[in-house]
T-cell receptor, first 114, second 116 residues
């Protein structure tokens, strides 16, 4: 069964550094998402992306964050200058249009900012 | 206001018994979808079951069923014949305006522990 893949599974970075989290959504999906989950807490929406542009973003998704679909398969989340509070699990998800289509999640990237 | 409320931070169930995980939601949309996801300790998010707001019947998927009470705005997950592998976090989520692909709003989750 096709799946969403995320790399790396774990990233450690120093405060102030830039990180890029990578995702390969399921190939026939058209909608892409980033969520984050701070350890032990709820899953929070960051941004959704459709037709090569952001369709919706949360207040968490400030100017430090950006997303890109650089080619036909990858979907990336960039954090320009990481802060300690950016430490979290970051999930990529994708889905198809249509009623009841679930979001399919990748296994996540655990980001640790030191 | 919270769109999804899960009032049970933790639940315990004896192996082979059934358990109900509560979820209430808040929306003014007529068209929406309700989803349950399982997150085992390994961290991945696994889709379990879906219920559409216009669905007349409760959704079922194997040992999972969704007790949908639209007037009460509740969408409780029922797991029958619990297994040790069911121990995990369970998240209820909602998506409004299904014709688009709006994001999922998640509840805070319920940690289920199955006791042998």
């Amino acid at each position: 069964e096709p799946e969403v893949t995320q790399t790396p599974s774990h990233q450690v970075t120093q405060m102030g550094q830039e990180v890029i989290l990578r995702c390969v959504p399921i190939s026939n999906h058209l909608y892409f998402y980033w969520y984050r989950q701070i350890l032990g807490q709820k899953v929070e929406f960051l941004v959704s992306f459709y037709n090569n542009e952001i369709s919706e973003k949360s207040e968490i998704f400030d100017d430090q964050f950006s997303v890109e679909r650089p080619d036909g398969s990858n979907f990336t989340l960039k954090i320009r200058s990481t802060k300690l509070e950016d430490s979290a699990m970051y999930f990529c998800a994708s889905t198809t249009p249509g009623a009841g289509s679930p979001l399919h999640f990748g296994n996540g990237t655990r980001l640790t900012v030191t | 206001a919270q769109k999804i409320t899960q009032t049970q931070p933790g639940m315990f169930v004896q192996e082979k018994e059934a358990v109900t995980l509560d979820c209430t939601y808040d929306t003014s949309d007529q068209s929406y979808g309700l989803f349950w996801y399982k997150q085992p300790s390994s961290g991945e998010m696994i889709f379990l079951i879906y219920q559409g707001s216009y669905d007349e019947q409760n959704a079922t998927e194997g040992r999972y069923s969704l007790n949908f009470q639209k007037a009460r705005k509740s969408a409780n997950l029922v797991i029958s014949a619990s297994q040790l592998g069911d121990s995990a976090m369970y998240f209820c989520a909602m998506r409004e305006a299904l014709l688009g692909a709006n994001n999922l709003f998640f509840g805070t989750g319920t940690r289920l522990t199955v006791i042998p």
